[in-house]
């Protein structure tokens, strides 16, 4: 991982091609993989990132990028209400 040049684009991080793997394979101990991760149990950090990976195919289709219908309420954000 830290060999690659590419970096992402949002946070100068180095790309890694296989990243479900990277950690796995450097620890084969399931219960040091966990501490290393620091989300809990691997099950956990799995379920959580099937939930990130849905909600990111979800965020694809609504296309949060797209301007507005129409424009909002001038005082739509304003607090308190």
């Not at 991080?13 to 691997?42: F, I, N, R, Y």
Request: charged share 25%; glycine share 6%.
């Amino acid at each position: 991982m830290a060999g690659l040049l590419k970096t992402a684009d949002l946070v100068g991080l180095a790309v890694c091609k296989t990243p479900h793997e990277s950690m796995v394979k450097a620890e084969p101990d399931v219960k040091k993989l966990g501490e290393q991760l620091q989300g809990g149990q691997v099950k956990e950090v799995i379920l959580q990132a099937e939930k990130e990976l849905s909600l990111t195919r979800k965020t694809v289709q609504w296309k949060p990028w797209d301007p507005l219908v129409k424009e909002p309420p001038a005082n739509q954000w304003k607090w308190p209400v």
